[in-house]
């Protein structure tokens, strides 16, 4: 079997990027980001791209790169805080944005991974999201027949990777990466350590090889805190939340 | 006289129960972490994928990898379980969490929430807050009763978008409380924050309500 494994990101994604393509990225904010396929796909200069994802990085930082850069056309995504060129071209009119609540967003890239073309949901009946969607009563209650979605591209990001392409992620850095990795007609990760397969306890592999067909490791990874939240080492609790 | 963010706080504190798990929005509801009763056991649900939120990280022990919904550093505890997002919205939508404390820009006497946009303003998005109030089996709000300039955000109808439609049980104020029912049957003054009249909060609310005080 051909091998899975590239030297780096824009070796990774030789071939794969082209200008009107939709891209999936893994991550919620800046955590769990695949920063070194944003960095090639900034470097790609691909233009007009549909970017789905739960954001769209924040200033300066992530997605916001590739955004920066005019790369973008479209986005589907469920929070675009802190994000200035964002805001600006929105309001000035040069990006579409779709917002999608983050679970019908979670669910529409699963659904669509899964092969199930839409679905129907509570989230958004009687709001702005449902308008011009099928609603249908289901035991007395409404729901709204959301769409799946699917991509050209996926990219994600995950702790750990064996050759198979088997991927471990690491607490909330996993957050869309699972979904975003079956949604791509090609999906390629970036990890931060690569083990020898059979090191990879099977029971605990949270996405199986067979929906990755490229991975790096990628060197020196940033991990940008948005909120550094902290509390004394005196105090006996600090706040949950 | 009013309730302060503090009191409010503590007011939507008193709606936990043992062995529930909660889910907090942004704002004054995160406060609420800080307030569950001494000896009762509540479980925080983090929207990005996170079953048993601990507390802010000691000075120089941040992980990245490791964040709340609000994307400050958390900890973890010995109980806590990791999951994607869409497993995380199939607690929230399939109604396996007991309670949501979110805040709100309007509350209507029907129990329609909006909180996501104004129109002519930067719209960030709803986040998860649609699943929410569409999925978790209670939901409560706190939010100031007026607007700076004056006006009622508890209305006969909201004037600004939804983020749900029938979908907040109890509205927590600066002024009171009110019950609603989401199956039409109209709002209730249940409590009256400390030093605030019945006069007072009858001119400051647009939404029509009925009174059942207590003591």
Request: hydrophobic residues 40%; aromatic residues 8%; glycine residues 12%.
């Amino acid at each position: 079997m051909k091998s899975k494994i590239y030297p780096d990101a824009a070796a990774a994604l030789a071939g794969l990027t082209f200008d009107g393509m939709t891209v999936m990225v893994g991550g919620f904010g800046l955590c769990g980001i695949p920063e070194h396929f944003i960095a090639a796909l900034r470097d790609s200069a691909t233009k007009n791209l549909t970017v789905i994802g739960n954001n769209v990085g924040c200033d300066g930082h992530g997605m916001w790169q590739v955004l920066a850069n005019n790369q973008i056309r479209k986005v589907l995504a469920s929070y675009v805080g802190e994000n200035k060129i964002l805001e600006t071209r929105y309001m000035n009119g040069e990006i579409e944005i779709e917002f999608n609540p983050q679970g019908t967003l979670a669910e529409r890239i699963r659904a669509g991974g899964a092969g199930i073309p839409a679905f129907y949901t509570r989230t958004g009946y009687g709001t702005a999201v449902a308008e011009g969607k099928e609603t249908r009563q289901f035991n007395g209650e409404w729901y709204v027949m959301e769409t799946g979605l699917v991509a050209d591209l996926s990219i994600v990001k995950a702790w750990k990777a064996d050759s198979e392409g088997n991927l471990v992620y690491r607490k909330t850095a996993r957050n869309f990466n699972p979904m975003i990795a079956t949604a791509g007609k090609v999906t390629v990760a970036e990890v931060e350590m690569m083990v020898p397969v059979g090191e990879l306890d099977p029971d605990q592999i949270h996405t199986p090889g067979i929906f990755v067909d490229r991975i790096v490791v990628g060197q020196n990874y940033t991990k940008h805190i948005e909120r550094l939240t902290t509390r004394p080492k005196q105090a006996t609790f600090g706040g949950a939340n | 006289m009013a309730w302060t963010r503090e009191q409010m706080a503590l007011r939507a504190a008193q709606e936990l129960q043992d062995g529930f798990y909660v889910n907090l929005g942004i704002g004054i509801p995160t406060l609420v972490a800080n307030m569950i009763p001494q000896g009762m056991s509540v479980t925080l649900q983090s929207e990005n994928g996170m079953l048993g939120m601990g507390p802010f990280p000691f000075e120089g022990e941040a992980d990245a990898d490791l964040i709340n919904a609000g994307k400050q550093t958390i900890t973890e505890l010995p109980q806590t379980s990791y999951f994607s997002s869409a497993d995380s919205f199939a607690m929230i939508r399939g109604g396996h969490i007991d309670l949501s404390i979110l805040g709100g820009m309007q509350v209507s006497e029907q129990g329609d929430l909006a909180n996501w946009m104004v129109p002519g303003k930067m719209v960030k998005g709803m986040g998860g807050a649609m699943d929410l109030v569409a999925g978790v089996r209670r939901v409560v709000v706190v939010m100031d009763h007026c607007e700076k300039a004056g006006d009622s955000k508890f209305k006969r109808q909201c004037s600004l978008p939804l983020t749900g439609k029938g979908v907040v049980d109890l509205l927590i104020t600066d002024l009171g409380v009110f019950r609603i029912d989401r199956k039409g049957g109209g709002a209730t003054l249940i409590e009256l924050a400390s030093g605030v009249t019945l006069d007072e909060i009858k001119t400051k609310t647009e939404a029509r309500f009925g009174i059942s005080l207590s003591g």
